[in-house]
């Protein structure tokens, strides 16, 4: 049963700096790796999908990894903004489901 | 990009009542949509899965008689939870995808709240 972790749960920084935000899973056989952003009560918001084939995904400020064979990713934001500060979610897709961590908190203090 | 329309964001409900969920793809066709839960500072678990024209498939531990999923067509899937409870409370979000491993779009979710 695949189980994904996300250390650290929760993370506070100064504006303009750069951030990395881990994500683990057990299972490798994955279709695709997922980050997620959450503004609180609301909905999810897609950043990057990784591919199991491939090793990066780059969006703006974003880039994602993914490191299969040790069961990796991260998400990795340079220049942080206040506006940043969410929840952010991995997901793997291992069967057409999504399974998620438990989320990062960030808080990008201005 | 794709949109994803959820209804209601809120609701207030008294217990023993059902209350129906919306969720509409508003630009795409989506055969499959998908249905999370979640608590309060905890992740998303997935409910079940939506197929247009088909039963839906609940993950395990998900009482299917209890969330009633129905997919009438490829823009909209319903998840209506009846008779609910408080312990029912909770963070709804459905998901949907034009195509199989392509990016999910998401609603905005729906809070329930059970009195």
């Known amino acids: 049963k695949q189980e994904v972790t996300q250390i650290p749960a929760a993370l506070s920084v100064p504006e303009g700096e750069n951030l990395v935000l881990n994500c683990s899973f057990t299972d490798s056989a994955i279709y695709n790796l997922q980050w997620f952003r959450q503004d609180p009560g609301k909905g999810l918001t897609s950043l990057l999908l990784?591919?199991?084939?491939?090793r990066e995904q780059t969006s703006g400020r974003l880039n994602a990894s993914l490191d299969k064979s040790s069961g990796r990713s991260t998400l990795y934001i340079a220049a942080s903004q206040p506006g940043d500060s969410a929840t952010y979610l991995c997901?793997?897709?291992?069967?057409?489901?999504?399974?998620f961590g438990s989320g990062t908190r960030l808080l990008v203090r201005p | 990009g794709a949109v994803v329309s959820q209804h209601p964001s809120r609701v207030i409900c008294k217990s023993g009542t059902s209350v129906k969920i919306e969720c509409r793809s508003l630009?795409?066709?989506?055969?499959?949509m998908f249905w999370y839960r979640q608590f309060p500072k905890q992740s998303l678990m997935l409910m079940a899965t939506s197929n247009e024209g088909s039963k839906a498939t609940y993950e395990q531990g998900v009482e299917k008689d209890k969330f009633l999923i129905n997919h009438a067509s490829l823009t909209l899937s319903t998840l209506t939870v009846t008779s609910a409870h408080p312990e029912d409370s909770s963070f709804y979000i459905c998901?949907?995808?034009?195509?199989?491993?392509?990016?999910?779009?998401f609603g905005s979710g729906t809070q329930l709240s059970v009195l």
């Open positions: 997901a793997s897709d291992s069967s057409y489901k999504l399974i």
């Open positions: 998901s949907a995808s034009r195509d199989y491993n392509e990016k999910l779009f």
């Open positions: 990784i591919q199991s084939s491939q």
């Open positions: 630009d795409f066709q989506a055969t499959t």
